[in-house]
């Protein structure tokens, strides 16, 4: 089955820096990968997704960009803001069998220090 | 138009006690997923549904657990003979059809096993 590993599992940048957090998935047949953002005690938000059809897309400081023949995805942070603060998830979507299921990385904590 | 709804947020049961979650969907979605969030973890897919149906439980433990969405009402995921290692975050996303649509979290319930 779909695997996905997600790096670093911890991220401390400045603020008004970039951030960078990186997923590899193991399924070359994998064709949605979605970003989650997760604050403390609340559910996963989708901050940005992209399709296996699109090599980058981009929502204002947000970027994700993916390398089909590689099997990487990357979620691109510009300008950070102590309130980007939180947990980011990656996950990939391995349609089969009529199941959408996504498989998560294992997180990344991201500090934003003022 | 309310977000993915969960309830209860909070909820505490002894060993072999049962214990109910409830998701109610994004309106118009008929696609539910439940997926389980172990301390400092990821999101493990357990069972995804649509209305009356179960589309994919491969996630699920082979016991104790059930999961379901009836034609009315919220999707229901049953813990029976509850153990302390149950003890986690039970999230429950929607999407409006199946074939990588953007899914959507509720907050989650937070199940504590004492």
Request: glycine share 8%; net charge positive.
């Amino acid at each position: 089955g779909e695997n996905v590993e997600q790096h670093p599992s911890t991220l401390s940048v400045q603020e008004g820096d970039s951030a960078v957090i990186k997923c590899t998935y193991s399924d070359s047949a994998s064709n949605y990968f979605p970003w989650y953002k997760q604050e403390l005690g609340k559910g996963p938000q989708l901050i940005i997704d992209i399709r296996s059809n699109v090599g980058e897309k981009k929502d204002q400081r947000i970027a994700v960009t993916l390398n089909k023949t590689a099997k990487h995805f990357s979620l691109h942070i510009t300008e950070t803001q102590p309130e980007d603060s939180a947990v980011y998830f990656c996950a990939a979507s391995l349609p089969m069998d009529s199941s959408y299921k996504l498989i998560f990385g294992s997180g990344t904590r991201l500090l934003v220090r003022p | 138009n309310a977000g993915v709804m969960q309830n209860p947020r909070h909820l505490v049961r002894r060993r072999g006690q049962e214990a109910r979650l409830r998701c109610s969907p994004m309106k118009g979605h008929s696609h539910v997923y439940w997926y389980r969030q172990l301390p400092e973890e990821g999101l493990k897919f357990m069972v995804y549904l649509q209305k009356e149906n179960i589309i994919d439980e491969s996630g699920m433990p082979k016991e104790r657990f059930s999961a379901e969405f009836p034609k009315e009402g919220p999707s229901i995921l049953r813990i029976q003979q509850v153990v302390r290692g149950d003890s986690a975050a039970y999230f429950c996303a929607s999407s409006l059809r199946d074939g990588n649509t953007e899914a959507f979290f509720g907050q989650g319930t937070r199940l504590t096993v004492v």
